[in-house]
């Protein structure tokens, strides 16, 4: 069964840094895209960017391109999100999701990372 | 980027009517196109892929339909399970493969 597990609820200050993480099972991790949805509050679902862990090809939505980085480390089947400053605007919760393919449906979601940032 | 209508945003409607909520893209998707249920306080879950061919469990209750630009979600007697917000989502071509607004299903 494919499994997603996300890293706990964050709460930081505008400013800081953070990444948080997406952790694969049940499946080859580097066979399958990871990609991340933000969903503010409130608010609908946004896609943000994608990578292949096998080669660690990453595509990003022009509206997050430059604001955050996803990386992957596919000794421990783990992806991840990290902002190097934050703002009050990201807070959100952060869904890490799965797809077989290139140009495919989000087959899996993992259970969510809820963001705040607050002064 | 392919932007996506969802209509309506909201509707308000009685256990066994039948629902219909429509997304409308930019340009044509060729059915790349999958819907996904939320349900308050969880994550999305995905109910149809290419436009019409429903996930393993998801009840046949659930159909979708359509082709270029048009397509609908239809639910045939609404359950008392299925009051939550549906997305369409878009993975036509090159990312962003964008989402819809979200339709939220109420009570009525």
């Known amino acids: 069964e494919v499994q997603l597990v996300q890293s706990g609820a964050e709460v930081k200050k505008p400013g800081e840094s953070l990444k948080i993480s997406c952790k694969g099972s049940g499946y080859s991790f580097t066979s399958y895209w990871i990609g991340w949805v933000r969903q503010m509050p409130g608010k609908g679902l946004e896609w943000m960017g994608i990578i292949y862990p096998g080669d660690s090809d990453t595509r990003y939505s022009p509206s997050f391109q430059g604001q955050v980085t996803i990386s992957a480390d596919k000794s421990i089947s783990t992806a991840y999100l990290q902002w190097s400053s934050l703002k009050a605007s990201d807070t959100a919760m952060y869904y890490c999701v799965s797809q077989r393919d290139y140009g495919d449906y989000v087959g899996y979601w993992g259970q969510g990372t809820l963001v705040t940032v607050s002064s | 980027d392919i932007q996506m209508t969802q209509s309506p945003s909201s509707l308000s409607a009685s256990v066994g009517d039948r629902v219909t909520i429509t997304c409308r893209a930019s340009q044509g998707i060729s059915n790349s196109l999958a819907w996904y249920q939320q349900k308050p306080g969880k994550a999305p879950k995905l109910l149809l892929y290419?436009?019409?061919r429903l996930e393993s469990g998801v009840p046949s209750r659930f159909s979708g339909s359509g082709s270029g630009t048009d397509y609908t979600l239809t639910i045939s007697s609404l359950q008392p399970e299925d009051f939550a917000t549906y997305y369409c989502q878009q993975y036509y071509s090159t990312p962003p493969w964008t989402f819809g607004q979200g339709t939220k299903v109420e009570i009525k």
């Open positions: 290419a436009a019409s």
